[in-house]
């Protein structure tokens, strides 16, 4: 199987690991999560990434969705928010955002305005740069627009945050580099589960409310 998956692989992207791993990093929930033990897989390719090409793909993947998402985010979310299907696709996937924003806002009322603006950076860095299922550049972009950070502010703070979420996951494979694979796999299943319970969650509290 590992064999049959290599030379898809293969295929796919013409053995061009550093372009697989910046693809892989860009997929939501995924990102470089999965991207850089994918990069790193001494099962899947001839000759996988170092442990620092790895990083550098895995980030310039987050980077690359964070420099569209945080330009783009907010006049489709404006323009759709209010449809009935977009209204529940949005709220699946940004509820965790949503609520997080509420959250540091409720906590910085009393706050000073440099205060708050300090609050709302490290509360987006910490959202990013730990590596679990429903944290990413995603969701971190989004909370940084909800947050009212600007442009630039979004794109340094989250990029910060992946970066050192890029860290951990490579400090892990590079731990363990004979299990890359199952590394991958692992991430893998956790964040399929995490999917999961997001959807019976979102199902069951719209059941509940109707």
């Known amino acids: 199987m590992t064999e049959a998956i290599s030379n898809f692989l ?25 991207g850089i033990p994918f990069g790193m897989n001494r099962d899947f390719w001839a000759i996988p990434l170092s442990n620092w090409e790895a990083l550098f793909s895995g980030v310039i993947g987050g980077l690359i969705v964070t420099l569209i998402l945080a330009v783009i985010f907010k006049p489709i979310y404006n323009a759709v928010k209010d449809k009935k299907f977009f209204k529940t696709l949005i709220e699946f996937f940004t509820g965790k955002a949503e609520a997080k924003t509420s959250e540091v806002e409720n906590k910085t009322i009393s706050s000073s305005d440099a205060k708050k603006f300090w609050i709302k950076l490290l509360t987006v860095f910490l959202f990013v740069a730990v ?46 580099p004979s299990f890359t694979n ?24 719209k059941n509940t409310e109707e």
């Open 10 to 34: 293969a295929t796919l992207f013409n053995d061009n690991v550093v372009l697989a791993t910046i693809i892989i990093s860009m997929i939501p929930l995924f990102e470089l999560k999965v």
């Open 131 to 176: 590596p679990v299922p429903g944290t990413g550049v995603y969701t971190g972009t989004v909370l940084a627009v909800f947050l009212g950070l600007n442009y630039w502010q979004t794109l340094i703070t989250v990029t910060l945050g992946n970066i050192c979420a890029g860290l951990i996951v490579m400090f892990i494979c590079s731990i363990f």
């Open 182 to 205: 199952i590394i991958m796999f692992v991430f893998i299943v956790i964040i399929l589960a995490y999917l999961g319970y997001r959807m019976v969650v979102h199902f069951a509290k």
